[in-house]
Structure formats: structure tokens, C-alpha cells
């Protein structure tokens, strides 16, 4: 008795710590620390179908043969349930050790997979992974490491459930649904981060802003649906042009503008013109016809132009636009003190 | 109900009322023992899960009804009744089959040690009530 008052208490505190967990990565982390407290296992595993990915917690004794058995029937199992094939292939696949088992006890380095527990990751009907625990002894598990299995089953649904809703509100606010590029909002506060940075710590940084030349008149002529399929296509190109650590938001209307850390002015030139050369050389499919745009881009770069704000940045970045604009579109202009 | 014959009582009953009424006692007794393992959400998911897949082959199965409080199968007893009792009893069967093997996918043997002693004696019956009648 006293020792399932201890366990009920372990179990306890293994679902909070599930539950005070804020992405996924730390809830399997919170379930990996605490599971060997309660059951005697080799390899504990979770299973998000986005991605896909499989996050598995092992003994640092695990062979490959006994993961690559782990891997398969959590796959297996997931389809089975209904969700149809996930290729083996396509799994990122994070592998964690650590030390559940006293030195002497290594496992077998061909050990293969003998018995588990497997239970769906699921709400309201929806099943959006699974969780396992893996044993390479036959009959590791009884009937009471099952109900407490599940009961971790559940708290895990429904935290990531929690945090999956709390994603898709935090993307509302930071995406712009048009385009899939950040919006507005998310690019002010990025860009007070970066100036931050490149202000107190002497890093450059430029900004560039881009506006589509003439597209009132697709608009006008195609309408505003194909109008918006312009305005993603060109998003895919600017996302396509970036590097990694740059941002691209949108600004409204036709005007996006990228942020880009640690680039010289030079730099931020070669990506703006790179940029400006693949949406000219684009056909863009609008109604039945194809036709070709162009972009006029401004840049401004910190410390180049002495800007001491995030404000006066954005304003040369501006000006610069204009400056392009004023000198016949489809160009990159550089901010020029002179031209004001 | 005697293992080997009917009652007065059953004899009575259409053939496809009795083998409702004892799947209906089976699935009841199912859902008893492994939702004390696993719980009735899941449980009920993985009963949806069943019934879709063998629905596909015994039309009849998709009149069942699954909640989190177990299953129903009075919606099916209509039909049923039209239906060679056979059929029925295939159609169950197969139903009883395949969450067996979902049970075992994702417990190895653990739910199948504490259901099998208990539903193996009724799938029996079953057949002896097919045979009879």
C-alpha cells in the first residue's frame, strides 16, 4: 500500500511538471526526468505528426537496433490508429541519453524491442501523436504501469493541445495570413531587438524597403484576387532571396521591408539587387496571362548613416525608396545624406 | 443464459435479438475492463476506430453507437433482424478481432491477459447460439 501512495505521489508531480512545461520539447524533457521514477524501461518516445517528429528519451546503453525498432513501431502504431503512413525517412529524430540503468545492467548491444506501451496523443477525436514506453525484456509492463501510463497520456494531449492552440493564436499575431510573411506588428518589434543589438554592440544592420512598381494597375485590370496572389508569389521570392537570420514582413499594401543583421551596406546592396533581378526575371501568372513586375528597394544600414533611433533608420530606409521611385522605379537606391 | 442451450425466454427472441443482446453484454464488459486501464476517451476513440474500419465490410456497424459511456447497439436491432444471423455474428466477430488487435498494438499482451479469459467463453457462446438456431 505504502508503496502505491509512493508512486501515486511520484505520479503526481510528474503530470504537473508535465503540465507547467511551455513547448514540447520541455514537456518530453519534464516526462523523460520523471518517467524512470515510476516504471522500469529502456526508451520513452514521443511521436508529433507535425513535422514528423520523434523525440526519444533512452538509456545511454541503447543499441541502434533496439531505436530503429522504436522508431518503426511507433510508426506502425501511429498509422494503424488510423492516420495514415508516415514514411520512416521523413522522421527528425531527436535522440536523448541518459542513465536509467546501474552500469552493471548495460543492455545488449543487439537488443531489439520486446514489449512496450503505446498510447495516442489525443483530444476531441483528434489524434496528433502517440507516446511509448520501450522495454528489450519481454512482459516489462503490467496492467498498473498501463494505467499510469495513460493517465501521463492524457496530460500530455492536453498540455501540447494547450500549447498547439497557444502556437496557432501566437502565429495570428506575428503572420500576416496573405502573404505567410510577418506582419507589421512583428517586424517593429523585431527591428527594436536588432537595433538594440547593433546600437550597443557596434554590429551593423540594414534595412531595406520594398514596394511593387505600378501594382495598383494589376489590381485594377486582373482585380484584387489575383492582385493577392501577386502579393504572395512575390513574398515567396523575398523569402527565397533572404538569408536565414534576416526577417521578412510585410509592411501594407504592396510595401514589404527586410531586416538584415550583421550586413554591411555592401552586403545589403548585393541581397537587395538579387532580390530586384529574380522578381524582374519572374513571370507572374495572373488571369490567363503572364505577366512581368518589377520592384523599386531603399536600403538604410546602421552605422553607415549615423541613425540613432529605430525610427530614423526606417525613415532613411523610406527616403531611400522614394529616391528609387523618383528615378524611374525597378532600382535599389542606397540612402544619400545629400538627397535628404 | 445457460452456456449450452437457450432459455424458454430466448427461444422466444428472433436469433439476431439474441446475439445482440449477447454482444451487447460482451462489449459492455469490453469497455468495462479496459477503461479501467486506459480510460473512456481513448477507449471510446479506439471503439470509433474499430467500428469505421469493420463498417466498411458489415454495413450494419455503423448503426452502433460509441460515447464515453461505452457502446449502444440498439440502433443496429432493425436491421439486424432483416439480416442471416450468421452475418451478424461475423460482423461482431470481426469488430471483437480488430480491437484485440489495436488493444495488442498498443499494449503488447497487457489488456489482452485481462480480457481474454473473459470475452473468449462469450465469443464461444455465440457460436453455439449460431449452430442451434
Redesign the interface.
Known amino acids: 500500500m505504502r508503496l502505491v501512495f509512493r508512486n501515486l505521489n511520484i505520479l503526481r508531480s510528474t503530470i504537473n511538471a508535465i503540465s507547467m512545461s511551455l513547448d514540447l520539447k520541455e514537456i518530453v524533457e519534464s516526462a523523460g526526468t520523471n518517467l524512470p521514477n515510476l516504471f522500469d524501461f529502456s526508451s520513452f518516445g514521443v511521436l508529433w505528426k507535425e513535422g514528423p517528429l520523434l523525440y526519444l528519451y533512452q538509456d545511454e546503453s541503447c543499441p541502434a537496433t533496439f531505436t530503429d525498432d522504436v522508431v518503426k513501431n511507433m510508426v ?2 501511429f498509422s ?3 492516420q495514415g503512413p508516415i514514411d520512416v525517412e521523413s522522421i527528425h529524430l531527436r535522440v536523448e541519453k541518459r542513465k536509467f540503468r546501474p552500469g552493471q545492467m548495460m543492455m545488449d548491444p543487439r537488443a531489439t524491442l520486446k ?6 496523443l ?2 476531441e ?1 483528434e ?1 496528433f501523436g502517440c507516446v511509448s514506453l520501450n522495454n528489450d525484456q519481454p ?1 516489462a ?3 498498473q ?3 499510469f501510463f ?2 501521463i ?2 496530460q500530455m494531449a492536453a498540455t501540447l493541445k494547450h500549447f498547439q492552440r497557444f502556437s496557432s493564436v501566437k502565429d495570428m499575431a506575428t503572420y500576416d495570413t496573405l502573404t505567410n510573411l510577418h506582419n507589421r506588428r512583428y517586424f517593429e518589434e523585431r527591428l527594436a531587438v536588432e537595433t538594440q543589438k547593433s546600437f550597443y554592440g557596434g554590429t551593423s544592420l540594414s534595412l531595406v524597403m520594398v514596394d511593387i512598381d505600378h501594382f495598383k494597375k494589376v489590381n485594377d485590370t486582373f482585380g484584387h484576387t489575383e492582385g493577392d496572389k501577386v502579393l504572395f508569389e512575390t513574398a515567396a521570392l523575398l523569402k527565397a532571396s533572404v538569408r536565414k537570420k534576416d526577417t521578412v514582413a510585410r509592411y501594407g499594401g504592396e510595401e514589404f521591408v527586410l531586416i538584415l543583421p550583421e550586413a554591411e551596406l555592401e552586403e545589403s546592396a548585393v541581397i537587395a539587387e538579387r532580390v530586384r533581378r529574380l522578381v524582374e526575371k519572374t513571370f507572374f501568372e495572373v488571369g490567363q496571362e503572364r505577366i512581368r513586375l518589377t520592384l523599386s528597394l531603399g536600403i538604410s544600414n546602421f552605422p553607415s548613416h549615423r541613425a540613432t533611433s529605430k525610427e530614423e533608420l526606417m525613415e532613411m530606409a523610406d527616403r531611400a525608396l522614394y529616391q528609387a521611385k523618383r528615378r524611374g522605379r525597378n532600382q535599389v537606391c542606397i540612402y544619400d545624406p545629400a538627397q535628404g | 443464459m445457460s452456456m449450452a442451450t437457450l432459455s424458454k425466454g430466448e427461444k422466444e427472441k428472433k436469433p439476431s435479438d439474441v446475439l445482440l443482446d449477447l454482444y451487447s453484454d460482451l462489449l459492455t464488459e469490453i469497455w468495462e475492463v479496459v477503461s479501467a486501464l486506459i480510460g473512456e476517451s481513448i477507449l471510446e476513440l479506439l471503439f470509433i476506430l474499430a467500428v469505421r474500419k469493420i463498417a466498411e465490410k458489415y454495413r450494419f456497424l455503423t448503426l452502433l453507437k460509441v460515447s464515453d459511456e461505452g457502446i449502444s447497439l440498439e440502433g443496429a436491432r432493425e436491421d439486424c433482424g432483416k439480416m442471416a444471423p450468421a452475418e451478424v455474428h461475423r460482423g461482431f466477430q470481426n469488430l471483437i478481432t480488430h480491437l484485440f488487435d489495436l488493444f495488442s498494438a498498443l499494449a503488447g499482451g497487457v489488456i489482452s491477459r485481462e480480457l481474454f479469459p473473459k470475452v473468449f467463453p462469450r465469443v464461444k457462446e455465440a457460436e453455439r447460439v449460431i449452430s442451434q438456431k
Not at chain 1, 514489449?115 to 495516442?120: E, G, V
Open positions: 506502425r502504431i494503424l490508429l488510423g514489449s512496450h506501451l503505446t498510447f495516442p489525443a483530444l477525436e489524434i512482459n509492463f503490467d496492467a504501469d498501463l494505467q495513460s493517465v497520456g492524457y
